[in-house]
């Protein structure tokens, strides 16, 4: 099993840019394949970015291809979301996901309680 605890959201002006971690603790955080989802209020959680265990693939939602950067450090135990030039449609509450499986949007089986990013316009 693996904990994961989000931080680093708070509130940005459009056009700005903020970096979210994910720390992961117990098992192996390598035998892990990564992912960040987000929800907006009234919304259903969708599918934002996701890595695999070496770093060495990435995939992106369209709405966030070319301005979120996804990766990790596995001997540090994290992984990273980098959001650059950020909209307002961005706001959400951000989860990150791992999972032993090879798959992009999931399912994933463990998640963090999700840290919150408002983009004021």
């Known amino acids: 099993q693996v904990q994961l605890v989000e931080s680093g959201g708070g509130l940005v002006q459009a056009g700005g840019s903020l970096r979210l971690s994910c720390a992961a603790s117990g098992r192996t955080f390598s035998s892990y394949r990564m992912g960040w989802f987000r929800q907006a209020p009234g919304k259903e959680r969708e599918f934002v970015t996701a890595?695999?265990?070496?770093?060495?693939?990435?995939w992106y939602a369209d709405s966030v291809k070319g301005r979120f950067t996804v990766s990790r450090d596995n001997a540090k135990n994290t992984a990273y979301l980098q959001m650059k030039s950020l909209k307002p449609e961005d706001t959400a509450n951000y989860y990150c996901?791992?999972?032993?499986?090879?798959?992009?949007?999931?399912?994933?089986?463990?998640w963090g309680q999700g840290t919150q990013v408002t983009v004021s316009s």
């Open positions: 890595i695999t265990k070496g770093g060495l693939r990435t």
């Open positions: 996901a791992a999972t032993p499986k090879e798959v992009i949007t999931g399912p994933y089986d463990y």
